[in-house]
């Protein structure tokens, strides 16, 4: 497959960064290529940002300088992670690093299709859906305007003509032949919710003591004891599930964040209510 001269600079920075070294071997492992080759593209990003790099003769390797400035986002751990990931079987690169793979929810092209195309052309649909307080699959007819993933499944934001809201639906779930309905009438700018971004602020358990709070802090960049993250209102209880804070545990040591107390009466009316 070919690449990019600006994917093989990205992928040069994000491993100089976050490993602190980079050579040839590195560049031949990803891309396939052989020494020489990689040789000369090291070169040419060497002469392309000459302040970026330094040679080091005893680790045989190009060490990121003092005033090394990346041309790429390298604020995310993940980036990284994909960055050395390699079809080539044989590289050594990925092994340092795991992800715990979970069975993700069944979807299927079907019905994710008409679905695609009803976001994009802003269209009504009518297809299959099932419930687990409806176990029988019902014609519904919605409005879709965006897919949203929680982490495990994906699910589809859309005002549902049934109830007459903005509901969000797991994609898995969807069945049947889908019907065109003509054009929406409801859009992502009517969706209150959508629309409504709210601080999600969270804090160490008190219940720690102040060490194990600090701890906690670091973890999560806190400042001042708290981290405040901004996302939408219909996104609100999917948050709280990633960051696991969607129900009290009965230890310090198994809860270690909490939502302030303004923020959990602040958000309170965003919460599903069972």
């Keep these: 497959m070919t690449t990019t001269k600006s994917t093989r600079f990205d992928f040069i920075e994000q491993l100089a960064w976050w490993e602190g070294q980079i050579n040839a071997s590195h560049l031949m492992a990803k891309f396939n290529i052989t020494r020489a080759s990689a040789s000369n593209i090291l070169k040419e990003y060497r002469a392309k940002y000459p302040d970026n790099l330094t040679y080091n003769a005893s680790t045989k390797a190009c060490l990121p300088t ?8 390298l604020h995310k751990f993940d980036f990284y992670l994909n960055a050395i990931a390699s079809e080539n079987t044989d590289t050594k690169l990925t092994l340092c690093a795991f992800e715990v793979a979970a069975p993700l929810r069944n979807i299927h092209a079907e019905q994710v299709r008409p679905i695609l195309k009803a976001i994009r052309e802003k269209l009504a649909i009518d297809i299959g859906y099932i419930s687990l307080s409806s176990p029988d699959y019902l014609d519904r007819i919605i409005e879709p305007h965006a897919l949203i993933f929680d ?6 934001r859309a ?11 797991a994609l898995s779930r969807f069945n049947g032949q889908a019907v065109f309905e003509g054009k929406a009438t409801h859009s992502a700018e009517q969706d209150q919710r959508w629309q409504t971004l709210v601080d999600v602020v969270i804090q160490p358990d008190p219940r720690l003591n102040a060490k194990q709070q600090a ?14 993250i901004n996302t939408r209102a219909a996104l609100v209880n999917y948050l709280l599930l990633r960051l696991r804070i969607d129900g009290y545990k009965n230890t310090p040591e198994e809860q270690q964040i909490i939502l302030t107390p303004a923020c959990q009466k602040s958000i309170s009316q965003y919460l599903p209510q069972y």
């Excluded at 003092?66 to 986002?73: E, G, M, N, V």
């Excluded at 701890?215 to 405040?228: H, L, S, V």
Aim: with cysteine; charged share 25%.
């Design 159 to 169: 005002y549902c003509r049934k109830n007459q809201a903005f509901r969000d639906f």
């Design 66 to 73: 003092k005033t090394f400035t990346a041309h790429c986002d």
């Design 215 to 228: 701890i906690i802090a670091n973890d999560f960049q806190m400042q001042k004891g708290i981290k405040t």
């Design 151 to 156: 982490g495990l499944r994906w699910h589809v």
